[in-house]
T-cell receptor, first 113, second 116 residues
Framework: DAKTTQPPSMDCAEGRAANLPCNHSTISGNEYVYWYRQIHSQGPQYIIHGLKNNETNEMASLIITEDRKSSTLILPHATLRDTAVYYCIVRVKTYFGNEKLTFGTGTRLTIIP | DAGVIQSPRHEVTEMGQEVTLRCKPISGHDYLFWYRQTMMRGLELLIYFNNNVPIDDSGMPEDRFSAKMPNASFSTLKIQPSEPRDSAVYFC??????????????FGPGTRLTVL
């Protein structure tokens, strides 16, 4: 799986959009970008994933650059409950044999009141 | 659905003792994962199962660790004998591939293990 690079920490004001970058310059054509987050003392939680098109769900938006070498997770209106460590993960998505997720160090996002 | 259930939530034991961690995946899920999280090593995958069969155990640190999944609704991770360096939070996760390949992994609350 391709390696990802994320800033170790970020702050964002409550109510503002939080934009979390991820660099994955060695991504292959069949690798997807996944985002999970881990709120203190809890298990990781899935947020969103995508291949090359931008994706949006009820939690966040994922913007992937045209060359797919980087992406940005956007939390449109951050709340204090969004304070967590955010993990960007790149992996192949197939029906068998590549199901595992490799977590890096992530970005510790702190929402400031 | 109750989500992934893990027990116990906290375990304190002495070095050399056997420790058994338990996990009940979400009903209908066909994949089960065991992870370990420490400050030093972060979150790492130990082993995962598909339809109760172990697929990849390359993350299991050594022979002291073993995992079983006797049926679709139950899995155990056993450490025998336990050592202080095994102290960590152990997470269980499950997922369902399905026709739409929605392979989101759902994590349990974790078991915090302390080996004295």
């Amino acid at each position: 799986d391709a390696k990802t690079t994320q800033p170790p920490s970020m702050d964002c004001a409550e109510g503002r959009a939080a934009n979390l970058p991820c660099n994955h310059s060695t991504i292959s054509g069949n690798e997807y970008v996944y985002w999970y987050r881990q709120i203190h003392s809890q298990g990781p939680q899935y947020i969103i994933h995508g291949l090359k098109n931008n994706e949006t769900n009820e939690m966040a938006s994922l913007i992937i650059t045209e060359d797919r070498k980087s992406s940005t997770l956007i939390l449109p209106h951050a709340t204090l409950r969004d304070t967590a460590v955010y993990y960007c993960i790149v992996r192949v998505k197939t029906y068998f044999g590549n199901e595992k997720l490799t977590f890096g160090t992530g970005t510790r996002l702190t929402i400031i009141p | 659905d109750a989500g992934v259930i893990q027990s116990p939530r906290h375990e304190v034991t002495e070095m050399g003792q056997e420790v058994t961690l338990r996990c009940k995946p979400i009903s209908g899920h066909d994949y089960l994962f065991w992870y370990r999280q420490t400050m030093m090593r972060g979150l790492e995958l130990l082993i995962y199962f598909n339809n109760n069969v172990p697929i990849d155990d390359s993350g299991m640190p050594e022979d002291r660790f073993s995992a079983k999944m006797p049926n679709a609704s139950f899995s155990t991770l056993k450490i025998q004998p336990s050592e202080p360096r095994d102290s960590a939070v152990y997470f269980c996760a499950s997922s369902f591939v399905g026709q739409r390949f929605t392979d989101t992994q759902y994590f349990g609350p974790g078991t915090r293990l302390t080996v004295l």
